[in-house]
């Protein structure tokens, strides 16, 4: 088993940035990893994902061009760089990987197999 331990979380006003991490308590492999926020009274959603070998990165339109998604393979540890953070980006993010390359949309919650606990940000106007 594997257990995803995120931080970074916190509240700041409208415009400021944060920087999420997501990191893991033992070395593992995994295909890819990702990046999803949950809002109170609303489903969960994909933010970003990365590719472990090619580094490739996907975004939701909502966060493109304000968000980063990185990668340190040798810690095993995934980065979620926030900018210009508005109060719709208020939810509980959490980061996920998938270790199975079963493919799959990257915006699918059941594509991955391991999810963190989860890290608290909100946006204030």
């Known amino acids: 088993q594997v257990q995803l331990v995120e931080s970074g979380g916190g509240s700041v006003q409208a415009g400021g940035s944060l920087r999420l991490s997501c990191g893991a308590s033992?070395?593992?492999?995994?295909?890819?990893m990702g990046w999803f926020r949950q809002a109170p009274g609303k489903e969960r959603e994909a933010v970003a994902r990365?590719?472990?070998?090619?580094?490739?990165?996907v975004y939701a339109d909502s966060v493109k061009g304000r968000f980063t998604i990185s990668l340190d393979n040798a810690k095993s540890t995934v980065y979620l760089q926030m900018n210009s953070l508005k109060p719709e980006d208020t939810a509980m993010y959490y980061c996920a990987a998938d270790t199975r390359a079963y493919g799959g949309p990257w915006y699918s919650a059941t594509r991955y197999n391991y999810w963190g606990q989860g890290t608290q940000v909100t946006v204030s106007s």
């Open positions: 990365i590719y472990r070998g090619s580094g490739s990165t």
């Open positions: 033992r070395t593992y492999s995994f295909y890819c």
